[in-house]
């Protein structure tokens, strides 16, 4: 039986999100089929709405409502903005902001350093995280990065890249997290130990 190209084109888009295969792609399609057209149209402008409404934030790249040019965290006084912990992913800031403990700002990379995939020092954010240091007094950099391959390298590129600046200190969070995990998966307790327990980088 040949699928309606219009059910197949639902399935191959299912398809090209990450962690869904083309079962799980043809459940969630079949799923769909199987509501009212209401849940179909929620789903429609949600995924509109998530497109035309977010930005990324003009100083940390976070995600941020379109219009804003700073997100919430950024744009706010009380936060320490000598202090900035830079993670992978949006996903990574909201993981740690979630232990409250952390009242430092972010700096998004939007990747990880890979050969293996060709993705080098100016396909990610690095350039702008230094460009930060620069004109800003900060003293702490928190290297927030997962504890694999990837991430490691590209921790200890930037702590190679601010190694002669002796203000700034470079921290990597403690190993509470395990290598190969991923920090949006861990729980609050096992991120807030690994920031309390962070280790410096830079001597």
Do not use: W
């Not at 190209?5 to 459940?27: E, M, W």
């Not at 995600?63 to 965290?73: A, D, F, N, S, Y």
Request: proline share 5%; with cysteine.
């Amino acid at each position: 039986m040949r699928i309606p190209d219009h059910i197949q084109q639902t399935i191959d888009a299912f398809s090209r999100l990450p962690g869904i295969g083309p079962k799980t792609a043809s459940r969630l399609t079949f799923y769909l089929l199987r509501q009212n057209e209401e849940l179909a149209e929620d789903l429609s402008k949600a995924l509109l709405d998530l497109s035309e409404k977010t930005a990324y934030c003009k100083t940390c790249f976070n995600i941020t409502t379109k219009g804003q040019e700073e997100c919430p965290v950024c744009s706010d006084s009380q936060r320490n903005h000598r202090m900035i912990c830079v993670v992978e992913e949006p996903l990574d800031v909201i993981a740690l902001e979630r232990i409250g403990s952390y009242q430092g700002i972010y700096h998004v990379l939007h990747g990880v350093l890979s050969p293996i995939e060709g993705v080098g020092p100016d396909d990610i954010r690095i350039k702008e995280l230094l460009d930060r240091t620069e004109p800003e007094e900060v003293e702490e950099v928190i290297v927030a990065t997962n504890p694999n391959l990837e991430g490691d390298a590209t921790a200890n590129y930037i702590a190679q890249r601010l190694g002669g600046r002796d203000e700034i200190s470079v921290t990597r969070l403690a190993r509470g997290i395990p290598m190969g995990g991923e920090i949006e998966y861990a729980d609050q307790i096992t991120i807030l130990r690994a920031m309390e327990g962070r280790e410096k980088m830079n001597k």
